[in-house]
């Protein structure tokens, strides 16, 4: 069990912080508030990823493909391809994030479990 608490949020880019939710070896559950208007920018790593918005959305570019992304759509990218979110102007987003495996260099922003 993790609960929030203070250290447990990161602003990782200007307008971006994420709270490490749970993790173990096998995957890791990251929550995401961005602000309205923000670039979460074209990046890739080498864990597959699923997320949920369950607030806010925007432009959502993974591979060749863009989609307008809203509430509730959810989303699989798999490992190694690029993506990138613009957020929409008006209204702050919030992701829900799970990687597998785990994302050990996201590890020192994660606290211990109660």
């Keep these: 069990m993790w609960r ?3 250290g447990a949020w990161h602003e ?3 307008g ?3 709270r490490i939710l749970s993790h173990s070896a096998s995957g890791m559950m990251v929550l995401y508030k961005i602000a309205p208007g923000s670039v979460f920018p074209w990046h890739n790593h080498t864990h597959a990823q699923f997320g949920i918005f369950l607030e806010g959305g925007g432009d959502f570019k993974v591979g ?3 989609w307008k992304i809203s509430k509730g759509d959810s989303y699989f ?5 690029y993506h990138e979110l613009k957020t929409d ?3 702050p987003t919030v992701v ?6 785990a994302r050990e260099d996201y590890l020192s922003e994660a606290l211990q479990p109660d």
Aim: glycine share 4%; hydrophobic share 40%.
């Design 4 to 6: 929030d608490k203070p």
């Design 12 to 14: 990782i880019l200007p």
């Design 16 to 18: 971006v912080r994420r």
């Design 64 to 66: 060749e493909r863009m």
């Design 77 to 81: 990218i798999p490992q190694g391809l």
């Design 89 to 91: 102007s008006k209204l």
């Design 96 to 101: 829900i994030d799970f990687f597998t495996p």
